[in-house]
């Protein structure tokens, strides 16, 4: 069994729609497959209808741009109700963020001297309702002024560059307990990931564990090989699920290959078990999967 838990598509920052995230995995020889965009859940019904076809078990998941202790956290919410209002308004709280700051950081290029406007956005982004940096990147590399996402991110898009400009994120805490009234699990992506930092540090992760967090995903092309062993000794001293996964944007992201990390099937299960009680003490069915 192949199991890929994160992967983005058009409907946030991924270069292919959720119909062709699916196919793309089962012909990587995925036997699962979760889309996890950013802040938001569009992509789901494309991809299930993709899954039911092509005969791949599709994991219903988002990645919540929250925050803790003043940090960026990627949360990886499987499998919960999208339809939750409480859910609902704090990934519009998120999505409103985006949007609002995308002025901001045209204004910056502008000022650099790069003829740039929301328009030029709109028309890389397409549909996407979670807009961010990378659809920045490309308008860029659109306009001639970087040859890809890559570059664009070192010299104008990452933290202390030019066009950085900072964005709303969900207390973590309240995500966590919200997504779980949802009757989902979570998962912090890329725990430790980018910037070589190893935090949070275990004392948080076992207060976030406390607070409802269901695992980590430790295999990720950010972590490095000794970083991977430290969570998953992190993981095992706290009884967190241990998940692995490409985090795909198709073009979008060098180096991330569907099934190029995977979770081990013992993990998977583990973290359906957990996603069956937080249904149940939600006082919700337990979720239901695409058939494969
Ligand atoms: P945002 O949430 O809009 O601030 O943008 C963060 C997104 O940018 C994340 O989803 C990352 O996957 C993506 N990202 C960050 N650095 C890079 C990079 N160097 N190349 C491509 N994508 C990146
Ligand atoms: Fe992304
Ligand atoms: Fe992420
Ligand atoms: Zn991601």
């Known amino acids: 069994m192949r199991i890929d838990l994160h992967t983005h598509s058009r409907a946030s920052d991924g270069t292919e729609s959720p119909d062709e995230v699916v196919r793309a995995a089962a012909l990587a020889g995925l036997d699962v497959v979760a889309l996890t965009d950013h802040d938001t859940a569009e992509g789901w019904p494309e991809a299930e209808r993709a899954a039911r076809e092509v005969g791949i078990e599709l994991v219903r998941g988002i990645e ?29 709280l998120v999505l409103d963020g985006r949007t609002a700051r995308l002025p ?30 990378p659809h920045v ?19 104008y898009l990452n933290p202390g560059r030019p ?19 949802a009757g989902g699990v979570t998962v912090i992506a890329h725990p430790w990931g980018r910037h070589g930092h190893q935090l949070p540090d275990e004392a948080t992760l076992a207060e976030l564990g406390d607070n409802g967090l ?4 430790v295999d990720h092309q950010d972590h490095d090989a000794p970083t991977r062993e430290r969570l998953r000794a992190i993981a095992r001293n706290l009884g967190l699920v241990v998940t692995g996964s ?47």
């Open 64 to 92: 919540i741009s929250a925050r803790h202790d003043g940090r960026s956290v990627h949360l990886l919410a499987y499998l919960p109700d999208p339809t939750y209002p409480p859910l609902l308004a704090a990934l519009q």
């Open 163 to 181: 066009a950085f400009e900072k964005r709303y994120a969900a207390p973590l805490v309240e995500t966590l307990r919200i997504v779980a009234e």
């Open 137 to 155: 990147a490309d308008a860029l590399v659109r306009l001639g002024v970087v040859a890809d996402r890559t570059e664009a991110f070192r010299r």
């Open 246 to 292: 490409s985090d795909y944007h198709g073009l979008g992201k060098v180096d991330h290959e569907l099934g190029c990390n995977t979770t081990a099937p013992e993990e998977y299960s583990r973290l359906l078990e957990r996603a069956a009680e937080a249904a149940a003490a939600a006082g919700r069915g337990v979720p239901v999967l695409t058939a494969g």
């Open 104 to 133: 901001a950081m045209l204004e910056r290029l502008r000022a650099l001297g790069i003829a740039i406007d929301a328009e030029d956005v709109r028309r890389v982004a397409g549909d996407a309702v979670a807009t961010g940096r």
């Open 214 to 217: 269901s695992g980590l995903e």
